[in-house]
Every structure is written in C-alpha cells, then in structure tokens.
C-alpha cells in the first residue's frame, strides 16, 4: 500500500489518529517490515540541526555515553579483563578510529530515530554503519508444531531512495551480519526501536515556534503589530503607501526605539501584548523542561539551572545521568555487539567506566560502599559465620541467612581489625629502644644561670627531717 493511501485512508482505526506523534513511529510497509517513516527522520534531523535544546541534550548524552570502554566481565566474581578479542571494537571503522566513533554514532542514529545498524563486513576486519533511514528490517512468521506462531528476523534491506543517485543499490544483509541496537522499543512494532524525540515531538514544535515569534516580535519594532487610524477616509493606495512606509522607517529591530512620526490625524494604538505580558520566558522554559526531561538530561548539565552549593548540584545530575541514562545504555549496547566478538566462555561483554572524570565522584562513594561491605563481611566471617552465608546476608541485607560454622568462632579468632578507623586520626609517637644513648639535656629553667647549678628537688618527708620535724 502506498504511504499516501495509509496516511489518507479512513476506513478503521490506524496508529497515526491516536496523536500527532504516533505517525511519527508506525510502519509504512507490510507486517514483514519494519522501516522509520520518512518524516520521522526529515523531522527528527531538522529537530537535531536547527533546535539548541535537542541538541545540547544529545551532545551531553553523547559526550558521556562515549567515554566507556569495552571490556570482558567475568560472571563469577565480576572482575574485568581485555584480550585480542575486543580488537574489532577498539578499532571500528579501520585505523585511527576508536571505541568513541562507534558510539557516538550508535547513540546519535538510536537517539533520533530509535534504531542503529552496524553491519559486520566479512573478510574486511572492519564495521560498517548503515544508515537507518535507509535500512527496513525483514521478517517472517513462524509456525510452531506444537501450536503458536512467532515472528523471526531475517535480514536488513538498505536502499538509498531515488533521489540520491550515486548511492548503490539496495543491499540484503543477513541478521547474522548486522548488529540492530534498539534500546527503546517502539510498542507499535515488533523489532523496531523508537526515538526518545517522539514523546516530545510536540514540546520541540512548540519551542521552534516561539523561537519564530521572537525573531518575528524583532522585525517588527519589538512590537506584535500596529494599528493606525485616520479620522478621514484614506483612498486603498495611501493605506499600501502607509503600510509600506512604516515598514521601511520603523520596521525591524535595528530600528527599534526610534521617535515614531505620523501624519496629521493619525492615531497609533499597540494591538496584542508585549513578550512581558504573555510571561515569554516562563512559557519558553517549560517546553525546555519538558525536552530534557524526555532526554533524561538535568538541566544543570547543560547550563538552564545554576549551581548549588559548591557545585554539588553538578555532582548530582552527573549521578543521576550516569544511573538513569547511562549505564542502562552501556548494558544494552553491550547486548547487542557481543555477537561482534568471541567472548571467553563463563563471561560476557562489558562497559569500563573508571576512566570517565566526569564519574569520578561517583566511583568513589562506590568504593567507599564497597569497603563498608568488606568490613562487614570480614566482621560476620570472624563471629564465627561461614563465608557463603555472610556474602549472602550482605548482598541481602537480611541476617537471617546467616550461618554458623565458620572457621573463625568467637573466641577462637584474633580481634576482629576494622577496616575503617575508629577515632580520629592524630600524630603517634613510639618511645625510642632503651639500648640507644640519650644525649645531654640542660638545665633550662632561668633560676640556675644555666650552669646546672640549681639543687635537686627534694620528697616532703626529707626536708622536715631536715628542719627538726616542723612543718613547712
């Protein structure tokens, strides 16, 4: 079916009359499909292009996301390890691009049109970006034995439209080849992802067009309009002839301000109101909130909120990106390219993050959360409990798993040595071996001269003897 018969058919309900949005995320094509409406992509790169809102929320989503590296993560103990293997993600697109480039462009095409396509070129020990407005995914439907059918994907077909020549021919890459990371699901599809632009399609539109009413409010003298009148009938070619003459004196902003001069009988009235009276910026700022809020973007980060005390607002909305927006993505994208490499057996493909500056803070209450764990362990294991059963209370929080058994019972063990100190710090001082010789110490009181001459101190009981047993 043509797309113009699916946007104008009115017979039953389709996806695009639940709202304005929803055109934006359906499919054009049979159920075996899945490709993104072409206004979504026109509309979404113009968004990304021409609105400073959209795109300072992507650029901090991007300058974070891109900052993780790829490692392999073992599943027992969670540590961390790289080999040869990961090769292939650390340099991407060939020579002299990096980690970042892949995924910069993954969140770029995902973020505006919910869908990113990296094929796999075989024999080329490289990867390939294909451009997702191009790109349908193919499917086909499968019939259980036992009853029940299900939808399989098959493949990608990307073809650039007719109107860039020069561009190749259409192409089926099999699913085996390409990597599809679609880290939101669009609800109106079965494989296809949707752009977090869709839900704030109208906040954007909205933003765009008071942008136009500002630019449009300054070529008009900083004023919505002007209405004129004459106590006398004026002929149609002097009401042009006005029209155009205000126009040219005393249009645009760079005649703002200028002494208004009007023939005789002319009466000047101000029609609709000042960018002051419709509370312009308070308008202009809540479809700002709302788009970032659809980006998951704090607005401190991006400079519309100032600072907190001592910059811990900046602190706060980094943790908050990094927990609501990033590591969820790094989680997803790391899902979906380890069909990429050869994963040692009893691990999975991972994210680093202990490089990022931006997270610094964050790793170290991290650590620190860590170490109040140790110490509690290393407090369970010495009370006598076995090791399983402290590890598990502790990542429970439930003492009720705990277990007698241990090697170290009560009593039996050394002091149990905290990890953390118990008061605070200070200087000590260990006394000096008595096998080592002291060196001389004079006198320093001012009452002997300095010749060490002053006599020694005497007990109570030795100078009463001396005065004949009276009392001082």
């Known amino acids: 079916m043509r797309l113009l018969d699916r946007l104008t058919r009115r017979d039953g309900y389709w996806e695009g009359m639940a709202s304005g949005a929803a055109v934006l995320t359906t499919s054009y094509a049979s159920p075996d499909r ?12 113009n968004s990304y292009a021409n609105n400073a809102i959209v795109f300072a929320a992507f650029l901090v989503r991007m300058a974070l996301f891109c900052e993780a590296r790829f490692q392999f ?35 770029q095409d995902a973020g505006l049109v919910g869908n990113a396509y990296i094929w796999d070129a075989p024999e080329e020990g490289r990867l390939v970006r294909l451009r997702p407005d191009w790109t349908t995914i193919i ?13 399989r994907k098959l493949g990608f077909w990307t073809e650039p439209p007719k109107t860039m020549p020069g561009q190749g021919t259409g192409q089926f890459y099999p699913a085996a080849e390409v990597v599809h990371w679609a880290p939101i699901p669009d609800p109106a599809a079965e494989f296809r992802g949707m752009s977090w632009l869709t839900p704030a399609y109208r906040d954007v539109l909205g933003d765009e067009h008071m942008g136009q009413y500002k630019i449009r409010y300054l070529q008009n003298n900083s004023t919505p309009n002007l ?11 002097t009401v042009d002839a006005i029209r155009e003459r205000m126009t040219a004196r005393y249009g645009g902003a760079s005649n703002a301000g200028k002494t208004l001069v009007l023939d005789q009988g002319a009466d000047v009235t101000v029609v609709g109101n000042s960018m002051q009276q419709m509370d ?11 788009i970032l809020a659809a980006a998951n973007v704090p607005g401190v980060l991006v400079g519309l909120e100032p600072l907190r005390g001592a910059g811990r607002g900046y602190q706060e909305s980094m943790q908050k990106l990094a927990n609501v927006y990033a590591r969820p993505q790094w989680r997803s994208v790391c899902g979906a390219l380890e069909q990429l490499v050869e994963v040692p057996g009893g691990n999975r493909l991972w994210f680093d993050t202990s490089d990022i500056a931006a997270l610094q803070d964050g790793e170290m209450e991290r650590g620190q959360a860590a170490l109040v764990r140790a110490q509690a362990l290393l407090a369970l294991v010495q009370a006598g409990y076995t090791h399983e059963s402290a590890i598990a209370a502790v990542d429970s929080m439930d003492l009720s798993q705990l277990k007698s058994g241990g090697v170290g019972t009560p009593g039996s063990s050394s002091p149990v040595q905290h990890l953390l ?32 001459s002053r006599p020694l101190p005497r007990p109570s009981n030795v100078r009463r003897a001396l005065n004949g047993g009276s009392r001082d």
């Open 34 to 45: 899945e490709a993104v409406m072409p206004q979504m992509t026109a509309w979404a790169q």
């Open 73 to 107: 993560q073992a599943k027992d103990d969670k540590h961390l390890f790289g080999t040869t293997a990961l090769a292939k993600l650390e340099e991407p697109f060939g020579s002299g691009t990096t980690t970042g480039d892949l995924l910069a462009r993954m969140e």
């Open 139 to 151: 499917s086909e439907l499968v019939d259980v034995p036992g009853g029940g059918q299900y939808r």
């Open 227 to 237: 209405l004129i009148r004459y106590t006398q009938k004026l002929q149609p070619g």
């Open 280 to 290: 312009f910026s308070n308008v202009l700022s809540l479809g700002t909130e709302r």
């Open 421 to 452: 100190p118990q008061a605070q710090p200070g200087a000590v001082a260990s006394p000096l071996p008595p096998t080592l010789g002291r060196l001389p110490v004079g006198s320093t009181s001012p009452g002997d001269g300095g010749n060490g």
